[in-house]
Structure formats: C-alpha cells, structure tokens
C-alpha cells in the first residue's frame, strides 16, 4: 500500500474548533494556517510517514547488516541507520517544522490579543474559591527548564500580571498538530476516560475525584461532566494554565472543579481522600525520581477499593526495535525529555514499589471519542507514532 489517505480521516475546517470564554480570536489569515498545519500533519501522517518503514526494510537495515553481519538490534542502532536516510530526515524535519510553525502562529495571534485575553480570564477567575494559587510556590525543574513541545517560554512564561498566554497558544494550536483527532474542545482523551469508567463501572459514585497534571482541563472536563455530584480537584504546576483551565470550565459551565497549583509529588491532600485519580498524558513529563513520588502520592491519596487510571501512549516492552525508534521521536526532537525515560519502565514494577497490590494492576485501551456530527464514525487510524489519538489505559485498583 502506498498510501494510507483512504484511512485517516481529512481534518475539518479550523472554523469548526470549539470557542470558550477564554478562546482567542482568529483572523481568516491565521485561520487559513492552522488549516493548513493541519492539513500538513495528516498529510505527513497518512502519506509521508509510512516510508520511513519502506526506508528502513529497503536500504537502511540491508546497509547496517552488511556492514555488521547482523540486522540491528535496538532502537539505538535503527536510529543510527536512520539518521542516514533521506526520507527519513525529511520527515523527520517536517514534523518538527509544523511544530514550530504551529507555535510561533499560535504565539502570534495570542500576543496581538494578550490584553484582552487576560482581561477575558481575569474575569471568569475573580474572587472565584475554586482557583487556589500559592504565589510562593515552586515548579520542579524537570518542568521550568524545558519547552515541552517546542512551546515558546514553556508553560510557565508569564508576560503580564495574571497572564494566560502560554495556555491560549496551547489551546488554539493543538487542533492542528492533532490534525483534529481529539475532537471539536480537544477531549477526546477524557471522553475516552469517561466512557471507559462508564462501560467498566456502571454503578461507580465517586464523591471525590483527583486529576494530577490537568493542563488546561482539556481531558478533565468531560470526565467531570460524567459525574456532576462528584467534589473534583486539579492539580497542576503551571499557574498561567490554572487560570485558563478555570476559566475555560467556567465558560462552559462546568463548576465542580477546583483548581489548584501544587507538585504532583506532594499533593496537599488528606491521606485516603479520593475515590477516582486519573492522569492524562502526564507520567511522560515528570521525570525518572518523579514518578515514583507521585505513584506514591496516589497509594496515600486513595481509599482501600479506590481507582487509580493514568492514560498514556503505549509502553515500549514488547515493541520492534524499529518502532521503538520512531516512538523515540519526541524524546529526541520534541522537547520531551522524559519521553522514552518513562515509556521504557516497567509500569507493574513502579506500582507495586509504590505500595500497590500487583494483582489488581490492569490495562487496556482507550480511543479518542470525538464529536461524530463533525467527524464521522471512527475510521481506523494509521498509526502516527505518539500522535495518534488512541493510549493505553493502565492503572490500579488499591
Ligand atoms: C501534556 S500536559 C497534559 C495536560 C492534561 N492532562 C491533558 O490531558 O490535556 C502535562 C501537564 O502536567 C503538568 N505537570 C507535569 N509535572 C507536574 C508536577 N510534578 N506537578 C504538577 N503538574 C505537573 C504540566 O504542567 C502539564 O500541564
């Protein structure tokens, strides 16, 4: 098969990207570019991405094995034969590129507006209890010295008093590198959460839900929409992300939500005081001393028959060498440092060590579940190598 076109669905049109109270406006012209990064991704995704396996089979490893008699034999040594292939330096540039393009188009458009943005958060946020910041506190350096995904200044970077702007330019663009395959508000990842905890927990009432590293709320809304009695808190380490996330809960009338800044490695919380803790897309930007603390963290936060869920693009254990090596990608030109680090662990290991039963340890997985007026009936997606909407769902019962 040349091409995967006939399988990976054409994105929408940028017009149709879900507005809340805190979006920025979009100019036709800036509209028109994110269309066409989105365009690009699914373009690169479908088309350009799978001769990089051609790449490998036909000249890359027949190369290697003739200089070394054997066929390479891990992600290290494909790398190695890669780096030399045209094809795949080419995609391998054009991937990184149209995340750059889509940052600095997003940091654009957000800078023309950061006045009125913050204005339009600082309004939602006023006097609100359910916005706790602590001007004294610290992020871990893991996060504060990386601009994870080529984010200009990082999560932290604040330009203004009360500034939002790190997370605007997060929000407007991610659509475009996600070639839309998170939905219309980009949550298709905690729809797929709350339908998974539906499907395998009917009758499950949590009175109190954690969500560790909750971003800009993108995946936290729809599972705290699933369960509207349920008291949830969010817990991130990025202040200028805080303040959007409650006010773009806000807008969308979501109001069961406290937000607050602390480390994820020493939550300040009362031990055994959450049924439900969820993470999204979150262990891999921790780091190796990291994850254990906060594994650790959600055996102290849970009650005995609690369930603990994180959502993550799959373990590397079992994989080829030579997809290894592609899902290696990020780590290497992606700004996430902690990238292979973390998908090359043994997730049993790590929550047995902290201080979980390893019988109840369970994984499956989840899909992204997007607005079907806009996208259709889920095709099957090729396989886009930490892109594709589609993780593996792990977790424990305590
Ligand atoms: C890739 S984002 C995912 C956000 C969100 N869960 C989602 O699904 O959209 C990872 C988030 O984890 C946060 N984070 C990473 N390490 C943290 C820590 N030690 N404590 C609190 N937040 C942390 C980052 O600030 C960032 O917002």
């Known amino acids: 098969m040349l091409s995967n076109a006939s399988v990976w669905p054409s994105p929408p049109p940028y017009s149709l990207v879900g507005k809340h109270g805190v979006s920025p406006e979009t100019r036709h012209d800036e509209r028109a570019r994110f269309n066409f990064l989105a365009q690009l991704n699914a373009h690169l995704a479908a088309n350009i991405l799978p001769g990089n396996a051609r790449a490998y089979e ?59 943005i913050n204005r339009n958060a600082a309004a939602l946020n006023a006097d609100s209890p359910r916005l706790k910041l602590d001007p004294n506190f610290e992020a871990p350096t893991y996060l504060t010295k990386v ?13 203004a008093a009360d500034d939002v702007s790190a997370a605007a330019n997060y929000d407007v663009g991610i659509f475009a590198t996600t070639a839309g395959g998170l939905g219309r508000y980009n949550d298709g990842a905690g729809h797929a959460v709350s339908g998974w905890l539906k499907a395998h927990y009917p009758n499950f009432k949590p009175k109190r839900v954690l969500d560790l590293g909750c971003g800009l709320g993108h995946s936290l809304l729809p599972v705290a929409q699933a369960y509207p009695e349920a008291e949830f808190v969010a817990l991130d380490a990025a202040a200028p992300l805080l303040r959007f996330a409650h006010a773009r809960a806000k807008s969308m009338g979501v109001h069961n939500i406290t937000f607050v800044e602390a480390n994820a490695e020493n939550v300040p919380e009362a031990d055994a005081s959450f049924d439900l803790i969820f993470t999204t897309m979150f262990l891999h930007e921790t780091s190796n001393k990291a994850i254990r603390r906060v594994l650790a963290e959600t055996h102290r936060l849970s009650k005995t028959g609690s369930l603990i869920i994180h959502l993550e693009q799959p373990q590397f254990a079992g994989l080829s060498p030579y997809e290894q090596f592609m899902r290696d990608w990020d780590a290497l030109y992606n700004n996430e440092p902690f990238w292979t680090g973390m998908h090359d662990m043994d997730m049993d290991a790590l929550l047995e060590e902290a201080g979980f039963d390893r019988q109840k340890i369970f994984i499956d997985k989840a899909d992204a579940v997007v607005d079907e007026e806009i996208f259709g009936k889920p095709k099957a997606q090729v396989e886009d190598y930490g892109r594709k909407a589609s993780w593996h769902l792990f977790g424990v019962i305590k």
């Open 147 to 159: 601009d994870h995904h080529c984010m200009p200044g990082g999560y932290f970077t604040e330009l």
């Open 58 to 116: 036909t000249r890359a490893k027949p190369i290697f094995e003739r200089e070394h008699q054997r066929a390479p034999q891990d992600r290290h040594e494909v790398r190695r034969a890669m780096l030399k292939d045209p094809h795949f330096q080419m995609w391998s540039a054009l991937r990184r590129s149209s995340m750059e393009l889509r940052q600095q188009a997003g940091r654009e458009l957000v800078l023309r507006q950061l006045g009125q």
